[in-house]
């Protein structure tokens, strides 16, 4: 009888530890996305549908560490831009997306917009093939469009000027930013005194800047760097009624959508690149002698952040 109980105990005790019944334990297996995401499987091929959740990445991104390694041609001449507009005969980018999420906003407007190059700039590796992935099955199944469409991976914060000429652009898009809300952080800011130098190089006189955030706070500060540059005047709120660019960046991305479905509130603010000439007239008197001490500061600042 004893040694019936013990029996009975061993295989009560195997079955427990076997998740009950009886039943034999069968070996782990990975998820498929994790499959996926060590190379086991391809997550998805060219010109077929990406599904979003292989490839959410994190949201914040230090953009000054030296972390990731980007290609960048010595200077806009030298770039080769066919391999990324194939069915164009001579592409030049017009319209410029920086940090275009999930590319919805970058969608938007190359269908909004046939007859202009659209390129949408990210830093994340993993968001960035999604949106090339997205647009390659739009040109697959919908042709010809997204043919005036695609993504590049870089640093929008240290790059663009290797990519454009001066003056080349019309309109560049900030769309939800990442705040940065420590102080120390707010260096990481897309638009501060020194970025917004660069954006002015590369728009085109007339040229537009749309800033929109979810962020009250980011919004005043986008407000104040953009005012307080000589190379900006802000648009009235009355001239952009109609604007079909407004009502694409509030409603076309994904990060508006998500704010949207929260009830939450979208403050926006475009602001039009002035004339060299009348900004030339207007300053020739107040730049301050260069020292170069800001940008050893920037520098001994980077690699701070590197280490």
Not at 85 to 96: C, E, K, M, N
Not at 228 to 240: A, C, G, I, V, W
Not at 268 to 277: K, S
């Amino acid at each position: 009888m004893a040694d019936a109980q013990d029996n009975g105990g061993e295989a009560s005790a195997s079955a427990s530890s076997s998740g009950g019944g009886g039943n034999k334990k069968r070996p782990w297996v990975p998820p498929k996305f994790v499959q996926e995401a060590l190379g086991h499987l391809p997550i998805v091929e060219d010109g077929q549908h990406p599904q979003k959740r292989f490839y959410r990445s994190r949201a914040h991104c230090n953009p000054l560490s030296h972390n990731d390694a980007f290609e960048y041609p010595p200077n806009p001449t030298a770039m080769d831009w066919s391999p990324l507009y194939p069915a164009l005969a001579d592409p030049t980018v017009r319209f410029l997306d920086v940090g275009c999420g999930f590319g919805g906003l970058t969608v938007a407007l190359s269908t909004l917009f046939p007859n202009k190059v659209v390129l949408a700039v990210e830093i994340r590796a993993k968001v960035c093939e999604f949106v090339r992935l997205r647009i390659q099955e739009m040109r697959k199944e919908f042709p010809p469009r997204a043919e005036n469409a695609n993504v590049l991976k870089t640093n929008a914060m240290k790059y663009l000027p290797h990519f454009f000429h001066k003056g080349q652009l019309e309109k560049i898009f900030f769309c939800f930013p990442d705040p940065h809300f420590k102080v120390k952080n707010h260096r990481r800011r897309i638009v501060s005194e020194r970025l917004l130098t660069e954006y002015a190089y590369l728009l085109a006189e007339g040229g537009l800047l749309y800033a929109i955030t979810d962020v009250e706070e980011l919004h005043h500060w986008h407000v104040a760097k953009l005012t307080e540059h000589p190379s900006f005047e802000r648009m009235p709120d009355e001239q952009l009624v109609g604007d079909v660019m407004v009502a694409a960046i509030t409603n076309e991305t994904e990060e508006g959508k998500k704010v949207e479905r929260a009830k939450g509130k979208k403050f926006l603010c475009v602001f039009r690149r002035r004339p060299d000439a009348v900004v030339m007239e207007e300053t020739k008197h107040s730049w301050p002698a260069w020292t170069g001490k800001e940008e050893e500061k920037e520098e001994e600042e980077e690699k701070e952040e590197g280490e």
